[in-house]
């Protein structure tokens, strides 16, 4: 069988390809939180702001993936 | 992370004014919209569509409302900050000997300046039109004997007070030499 045949043959419902986003974004969200807080630590000389800034940050983002989670189901 | 010397004091730190931030939200703000108006064109009786497409728009929006729309909402959140990191580690750090010009250009590309205020040779604040007059921001620029180019803060908030500072700090250190 040759690429186009196989790849032909392989089927994705709408719910499998939410998930995969799902996952590339919790994925994403994940790293580019990593990065953040380590700038913001390492550069941003601490202080109340950043540690503001971060729960806000992190609380919206777990509630835009919560969200995006139950939508698919 | 910027190293000070013993006895090396923090006296002031300067940012760009919050104002430049309204573009990017504004921006934010429409991005955010777009999704809920693209489907409301799409199904508004004005557009010579078929049925069964809008049938099929509307289908889609029900059933992907809440997934498609917080993903996007994420992508924004996740843009907000990253323009946000770029604005809040941008700054100018004024201490009793010198002064630390940091540059943030993007995530892993960082530019550190310092200069002591012996090496300042003249300071400039540009403010320019109404908004920049009224709400007290504009740009500084320092001058330098030992580096090639200048020093720039763009839209800074008070650059008058922070250039007062400095010609103060730099009489100082006259006075101490």
Known sequence: MDFFGFISKISFSSESFASLVFFVMAALTAIVSVIFFFHWRKYGMGGIILA???????GVAATLLGVAFFGIN | MIKFEPGEEIIK?????????IPVILMILV???????IYAILIADFLPLDPSIKNFVE??????KSFGYS???LLLWIFFFIEWTDYYLDL????NRRIVDVEQKGFFHREVTSFSFGQIQDITVETHGLVETLLKFGTLHIQTA?????IVIRDAHHPEKARSLILELQQK???VQ
Do not use: C
């Not at chain 1, 503001?52 to 992190?58: D, G, K, N």
């Not at chain 2, 991005?31 to 108006?37: E, I, Q, S, Y």
């Open chain 2, 146 to 150: 030992g580096h090639n180019r200048e």
């Open chain 2, 59 to 64: 289908d889609f929006f029900v059933r992907w």
């Open chain 2, 71 to 73: 993903v996007w909402l």
């Open chain 2, 13 to 21: 730190v300067v940012r760009r004014h919050y104002l430049v931030m």
């Open chain 2, 31 to 37: 991005l955010a919209m777009l999704p809920l108006t």
């Open chain 2, 92 to 95: 100018w750090v004024i201490t």
């Open chain 1, 52 to 58: 503001i800034t971060e729960l806000v940050y992190l």
């Open chain 2, 173 to 175: 250190s006259k006075e």
